[in-house]
């Protein structure tokens, strides 16, 4: 039987990886969904109008699952991590209860104007209305990640009996972290929009159905997501030299780098050996994790021996997810660049082998995301809170039968949630016509309940 640290954390784990498949998708179609309804308002084109009108279908969707497998997540804080919140409580109060004034009421206030008065207000109402859709999911993301970053470099805070009490807000709140994990967990959701878009409107264009909106919509997706993904490169960097000097023992778990030495070497294939502190079948490059940390080859990085073994990262898992997650990021890069080169030379279109490759490629930034997190998350272990509180000292004082039982339940639940919105999304892809919603030259659906049937 597992104890019950383990399964609190596995629980977690599996919540937040199944949530977080619709966060992304959120954060980035509501900035297209703002853009294509500018472009409405500015340009009065009905195919800005359709394809406002379709994505929002999708939006929905995704946004109504992702709310409902959010909300069950917090409940964990108080069932399995009782101490943690009495320990944090001061701390995270502010944060949460921000994204729940000013982000989240922003966010579906302007959701309901947006989708059931989009026909009774103009234009410029439909364009402010996405974009305070757009500015409230994003500033929800803001106050989550500066809640979650604080727990990996803690700032503006005083330790008194069992209980960490805040001294300074904006200490707190913009702590050594938080912008740069910010700037790459944005990033990555405006990718995965991107390949979500592209990936659909490959299929109509496979299909030859609603080319007009696909052509429009791949156009969008593929500019969207080569900008995003080159910045990603840029900001991957920077969060790498964040975490290298405010987190050594996770850098040097993600590196599998033992020794502290000088031109340490850039592992780029290993097999990890925790027990013997050192690595099987290495392949490295001497002087490049110098360098991209600190831009000198010679200067040194800390290794893994300078911990107590109780207070090193599991390597083996951080090891090769943050690989798969920078590789899939390098590909991206790629796939994007070529997509662009087709979309300047105006052959993306009917090209078949490439909207094929885009369609199937949809999974690749979900997995880069799920990895990016496991990094994130397991690479700040043993602490709950970096160098304040333990893992094992922030569980609640409860059986493993108890997180067992509610474990199976969350995923039964999570999985349903799960199959839900896949079978949603699929069958409104499938079943919508523009012509058929629309019908020739008519901005608005003529199938009466089509446009409230999510």
Excluded: C
């Excluded at 929905?60 to 919140?85: H, P």
């Excluded at 031109?263 to 990890?272: C, E, H, K, Q």
């Excluded at 600190?294 to 109780?310: H, I």
């Amino acid at each position: 039987m597992m104890d019950v640290v383990l399964l609190s954390r596995l629980q977690f784990t599996l919540t937040a990886i199944v949530h977080y498949f619709f966060v992304p998708l959120t954060l980035g179609l509501a900035v297209l969904i703002a853009y294509m309804e500018y472009k409405y308002w500015r340009t009065n084109e009905k195919v800005y109008d359709r394809m406002a009108r379709f994505w929002t279908r999708l939006f929905l969707i995704n946004f109504a699952v992702g709310v409902a497998t959010g909300i069950t997540m917090e409940f964990q804080f108080g069932t399995n991590w009782a101490d943690y919140s009495r320990f944090v409580g001061d701390i995270f109060g502010a944060p949460l209860a921000a994204e729940a004034v000013f982000a989240f009421f922003l966010e579906s206030t302007f959701i309901g104007l947006l989708v059931f008065g989009r026909d009774k207000i103009s234009r410029g109402m439909r364009f402010f209305s996405a974009v305070m859709v757009a500015v409230g999911t994003n500033l929800s993301a803001f106050w989550i990640i500066a809640a979650n970053s604080w727990q990996q470099t803690p700032a503006g805070f005083v330790v008194e009996g069992n209980r960490a009490f805040l001294t300074s807000f904006s200490e707190a709140i913009f702590n050594p972290s938080t912008l740069i994990r910010l700037t790459h967990t944005l990033e990555g959701a405006y990718i995965t929009t991107a390949f979500f878009v592209i990936a659909v409107s490959s299929y109509y264009l496979l299909n030859k159905r609603n080319t007009e909106i696909a052509r429009k919509s791949l156009k969008i997706g593929v500019v969207f997501g080569l900008v995003f993904a080159l910045l990603q490169l840029v900001s991957g960097h920077s969060h790498a030299v964040q975490v290298a000097n405010t987190q050594p023992a996770k850098l040097a778990a993600y590196e599998a780098h033992w020794d502290t030495t000088e031109r340490a070497s850039m592992v780029l294939f290993a097999i990890p050996n925790a027990a013997e502190e050192k690595n099987n079948l290495e392949i490295a490059v001497p002087g490049l994790l110098s360098f991209l940390v600190y831009n000198d080859a010679s200067k040194p990085v800390t290794g893994l021996k300078e911990f107590p073994r109780e207070e090193r990262p599991p390597v083996g898992i951080n090891f090769f997810s943050f690989r798969i997650m920078v590789g899939i990021g390098l590909l991206i890069i790629l796939v994007m660049a070529y997509s662009g080169y087709q979309l300047a030379r105006g052959t993306i279109y009917d090209n078949k082998s490439l909207l094929t490759g885009l369609l199937y490629m949809l999974p690749l930034p979900y997995i880069a995301n799920t990895t990016g997190w496991i990094v994130a998350e397991v690479g700040r272990q043993p602490w709950a809170v970096y160098g304040v509180l333990t893992t094992a000292d922030a569980v609640s004082n409860i059986s493993a039968a108890e997180v067992m039982i509610t474990l199976v339940l969350f995923l039964s639940v999570y999985a349903f949630l799960g199959a839900l919105m896949v079978y949603l999304m699929v069958r409104e892809v499938r079943k919508f016509d523009e012509d058929v919603v629309f019908g020739p030259g008519i901005d608005r659906p003529v199938v009466p309940g089509r446009e409230v049937s999510v």
